[in-house]
T-cell receptor
Framework: EAGVAQSPRYKIIEKRQSVAFWCNPI?????LYWYQQILGQGPKLLIQ????????DSQLPKDRFSAERLKGVDSTLKIQPAKLEDSAVYLC????????????????FGAGSRLTVL | GESVGLHLPTLSVQEGDNSIINCAYS??????FIWYKQESGKGPQFIID?????DKRQGQRVTVLLNKTVKHLSLQIAATQPGDSAVYFC??????????FGKGNQVVVIP
């Protein structure tokens, strides 16, 4: 089974520039998540989709971050304009079923996109 | 690949020895916990989970212990192998059905 694909793996930009990350979840996984992992910390949820609808975006800094999953498969996460504190690894994860749990609810993570803002 | 984090609590263990990784969680109402393993340059990988109505659960070479009285979780790895070198995170299901990750612990296996 192919895993969660993310691109680009690395991106370096200057502050106030914009950046976009792409995620292709595991085939058939209805639930998709974007997490932010700052160096030395655990991942923090930014947004959760169920098919093409947003389930939870309460922790997304909406003044600069946006995400979409228009056809219920691939997703993009955009940051505009970027700040220094946005330097982090952006992880995409997917699960067959919604909700935290085991079995069909287990999250499978991609390798992440590392963003450095100068 | 790039490192997951710097200045993490680090456990150095000899290959073949047992490892114990500890985690303190914050919410006494949390009812479900997961341990994740994150190797350098990769995303977190599910290892084992436990519900709050249990105090121990065993998997292949791993055991998770839950002490709700002191809000403490531990992961025991038997016969640690070089492939076990990684950062380990505990995570709890919060009141909004989100995964809340704790601070990571780096495990370094010495051959």
């Amino acid at each position: 089974e192919a895993g969660v694909a993310q691109s680009p793996r690395y991106k370096i930009i200057e502050k106030r520039q914009s950046v976009a990350f792409w995620c292709n979840p595991i085939s058939g996984h209805a639930t998709l998540y974007w997490y932010q992992q700052i160096l030395g910390q655990g991942p923090k949820l930014l947004i959760q989709f169920q098919n093409n609808g947003v389930v939870d975006d309460s922790q997304l800094p909406k003044d600069r971050f946006s995400a979409e999953r228009l056809k219920g498969v691939d997703s993009t996460l955009k940051i505009q304009p970027a700040k220094l504190e946005d330097s982090a690894v952006y992880l995409c994860a997917s699960s067959l079923r919604r909700g935290v749990g085991s079995g069909a609810n287990v999250l499978t993570f991609g390798a992440g996109s590392r963003l450095t803002v100068l | 690949g790039e490192s997951v984090g710097l200045h993490l609590p680090t456990l150095s263990v000899q290959e073949g020895d047992n490892s114990i990784i500890n985690c303190a969680y914050s919410n006494s109402a949390s009812d479900y916990f997961i341990w994740y393993k994150q190797e350098s340059g990769k995303g977190p990988q599910f290892i084992i989970d436990i519900r709050s109505n249990m105090d121990k659960r065993q998997g292949q070479r791993v055991t998770v212990l839950l002490n709700k009285t002191v809000k403490h979780l531990s992961l025991q790895i038997a016969a640690t192998q070089p492939g076990d070198s990684a950062v380990y995170f505990c995570a709890e299901r919060d009141g909004n059905n989100r995964l809340a990750f704790g601070k990571g612990n780096q495990v370094v296996v010495i051959p």
